[in-house]
Nanobody, 123 residues
Framework: QVQLVESGGGLVQSGGSLRLSCAASGFTLDYYVIGWFRQAPGKEREGVSCISSSDGSTYYADSVKGRFTISRDNAKDTVYLQMNRLKPKDPAVYYC????????????????WGQGTQVTVSS
């Protein structure tokens, strides 16, 4: 059974850090693009970061550039999102998702999604 499981969310003070993990089971991540998205209450789901399958190229939304880092460990079938200098605008449920194409911010392009992990930032 194909499954993506996010973990690592929680409550952190503004300026703090969290590392999210996205673990795959039932398949290997090697050939997939992995995207991280987030959705705050009352808002649309938005792309945060993406890492390609071919050359490991990484992409970031302007709102997180310079603060977040995406990485993948294919041996562990896990993708990480290191989030530093968290701000009050960052709280949301964070999701990882996979696609067989290229990195994109279009939500509908992604085939499988995890259940999400909550990130809360206190000021």
């Amino acid at each position: 059974q194909v499954q993506l499981v996010e973990s690592g969310g929680g409550l952190v003070q503004s300026g703090g850090s969290l590392r999210l993990s996205c673990a795959a089971s039932g398949f290997t991540l090697d050939y997939y693009v992995i995207g991280w998205f987030r959705q705050a209450p009352g808002k649309e789901r938005e792309g945060v970061s993406c890492i390609s399958s071919s050359d490991g190229s990484t992409y970031y939304a302007d709102s997180v550039k310079g603060r977040f880092t995406i990485s993948r460990d294919n041996a562990k079938d896990t993708v990480y999102l290191q989030m530093n200098r968290l701000k009050p605008k960052d709280p949301a449920v964070y999701y990882c998702a996979i696609d067989v194409g290229i990195c994109t911010w279009y939500v509908y392009k992604y085939d499988y999604w995890g259940q999400g992990t909550q990130v809360t930032v206190s000021s």
